[in-house]
């Protein structure tokens, strides 16, 4: 009974220990992909039937069925082979390059377009930051059966030039803080690269496209800390992730370990002192003849205190 309880601290000591890692790499992937690609499948089939003429080169817009009002979508046919040639000068917010090729290859195909509107954060959760703008999707499908539904998704990519989202209008960001874009794939993983001339993001591929801030702003490190040549060396945001997550990784491993030791020899000290504190009371009693108060039980609880911890808030937040 005694040993269970002290695993159980142990336990819960360690998961909360580690708890900030595992946080960290949530914030590069959106685990509860699910829902967002089931959302994909019923907005991909509302903008088929959106489709009057199966006229290629020209946008349609879709309704969406009652319960996703807020979200828009449209549906654009293309020739593959126009596509590559000529590319899209505007699609909605995107303009897409010359030099477009699709896996596998189809004679045509659809680009179909979402904007989530308010339902962005409920789709693409990202905890750790805010939403400036909506998030705007851009899928490819097969356009050769317009009244094919559940369509599997074709891969895309910009050969040439990068595709460009122009948002258009973006929430002021707040000040001190740094405006990024965000790309999240089909598999829910997400990419952060700079905006461009304010409203623009550039992208090689399909997904899902938004302006986020990180919603509490990292403090700037202290220079003592950080030499100027290392902080330039940290610069690429691919080494930057690696190396911060291991410091970080080592850091609560480190500090777990201390605090497992810290842990033992409290619980050491404990037993130590209920057993003094039982020996002198027997001694007590045995001189005195007082009655034995045993109260000692509840002493055990002191560790479960040190590991209650505030839940992480999500903040991620889009207010047209
Ligand atoms: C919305 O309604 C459509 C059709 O009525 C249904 O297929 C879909 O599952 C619903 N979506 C949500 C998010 O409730
Ligand atoms: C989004 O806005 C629409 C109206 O434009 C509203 O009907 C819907 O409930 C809102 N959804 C959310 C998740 O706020
Ligand atoms: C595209 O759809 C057509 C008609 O349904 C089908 O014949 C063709 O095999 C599909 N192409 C791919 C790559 O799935
Ligand atoms: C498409 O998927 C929906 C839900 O996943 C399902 O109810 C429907 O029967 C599917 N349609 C076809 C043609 O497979
Ligand atoms: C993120 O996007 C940039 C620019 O498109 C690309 O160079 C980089 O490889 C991407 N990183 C990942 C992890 O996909």
């Given at each position: 009974?005694?040993?269970?309880?002290?695993?159980?601290?142990?336990?819960?000591?360690?998961?909360?220990l580690?708890w900030?890692?595992?946080?960290?790499?949530?914030?590069?992937?959106?685990?509860?992909?699910?829902?967002?690609?089931?959302?994909?499948a019923?907005?991909?089939?509302?903008?088929?039937?959106a489709?009057?003429?199966?006229?290629?080169?020209?946008?349609?817009?879709?309704?969406?069925?009652?319960?996703?009002?807020?979200?828009?979508?449209?549906?654009?046919?293309?020739?593959?082979?126009?596509?590559?040639?000529?590319?899209?000068?505007?699609?909605?917010?995107?303009?897409?390059?010359?030099?477009?090729?699709?896996?596998?290859?189809?004679?045509?195909?659809?680009?179909v377009?979402?904007?989530?509107?308010?339902?962005?954060?409920?789709?693409?959760?990202?905890?750790?930051?805010?939403?400036?703008?909506?998030?705007?999707?851009?899928?490819?499908?097969?356009?050769?059966?317009?009244?094919?539904?559940?369509?599997?998704?074709?891969?895309?990519?910009?050969?040439?030039d990068?595709i460009?989202?122009?948002?258009?209008?973006?929430?002021?960001?707040?000040?001190?803080?740094?405006?990024?874009?965000?790309?999240?794939?089909?598999?829910?993983?997400?990419?952060?690269?700079n905006?461009?001339?304010?409203t623009?993001?550039?992208?090689?591929?399909?997904?899902?496209f938004?302006i986020?801030?990180?919603?509490k702003?990292?403090?700037?490190?202290?220079?003592?800390l950080?030499?100027?040549?290392?902080?330039?060396?940290?610069?690429?945001?691919?080494?930057?992730?690696?190396?911060?997550?291991?410091?970080?990784?080592?850091?609560?491993?480190?500090?777990?370990?201390?605090?497992?030791?810290?842990?033992?020899?409290?619980?050491?000290?404990?037993?130590?002192?209920?057993k003094?504190?039982?020996?002198?009371?027997?001694?007590?009693?045995?001189?005195?003849?007082?009655?034995?108060?045993?109260?000692?039980?509840?002493?055990?609880?002191?560790?479960?205190?040190m590991?209650?911890?505030?839940?992480?808030?999500?903040?991620?937040?889009?207010?047209?």
């Open positions: 009974m005694e040993l269970q309880f002290h695993t159980l601290t142990i336990l819960i000591l360690i998961i909360t580690l900030p890692l595992v946080e960290s790499q949530s914030l590069r992937n959106i685990p509860e992909i699910g829902p967002a690609r089931v959302l994909d019923i907005l991909q089939n509302y903008a088929y039937r489709f009057v003429t199966p006229k290629t080169g020209v946008s349609f817009d879709g309704i969406v069925p009652r319960n996703l009002t807020g979200v828009q979508i449209s549906a654009l046919r293309l020739r593959s082979g126009s596509l590559f040639t000529r590319g899209v000068p505007k699609y909605r917010e995107f303009k897409l390059p010359i030099g477009i090729i699709e896996e596998p290859y189809v004679e045509r195909l659809v680009l377009y979402q904007n989530l509107g308010n339902r962005s954060k409920v789709y693409y959760p990202l905890p750790g930051y805010k939403y400036l703008a909506p998030v705007l999707g851009l899928l490819a499908y097969n356009g050769s059966d317009l009244s094919a539904e559940n369509q599997t998704n074709l891969e895309i990519e910009a050969s040439g990068p460009s989202i122009d948002f258009g209008s973006v929430r002021p960001a707040p000040d001190g803080s740094n405006p990024l874009c965000v790309w999240v794939n089909l598999h829910g993983e997400v990419n952060f690269t905006v461009v001339s304010g623009r993001c550039l992208a090689f591929k399909q997904g899902h938004s986020v801030v990180k919603s702003p990292i403090p700037p490190p202290a220079p003592s950080v030499p100027p040549a290392a902080s330039e060396a940290l610069k690429p945001d691919k080494t930057n992730g690696i190396d911060s997550r291991v410091w970080v990784f080592v850091f609560y491993v480190a500090g777990g370990c201390v605090l497992l030791v810290l842990l033992a020899v409290l619980v050491l000290w404990i037993r130590g002192y209920k003094r504190r039982k020996t002198h009371k027997m001694e007590q009693a045995a001189e005195g003849g007082e009655p034995l108060h045993m109260t000692m039980i509840g002493s055990m609880k002191a560790p479960t205190a590991v209650t911890r505030t839940q992480p808030t999500l903040e991620t937040e889009y207010v047209p």
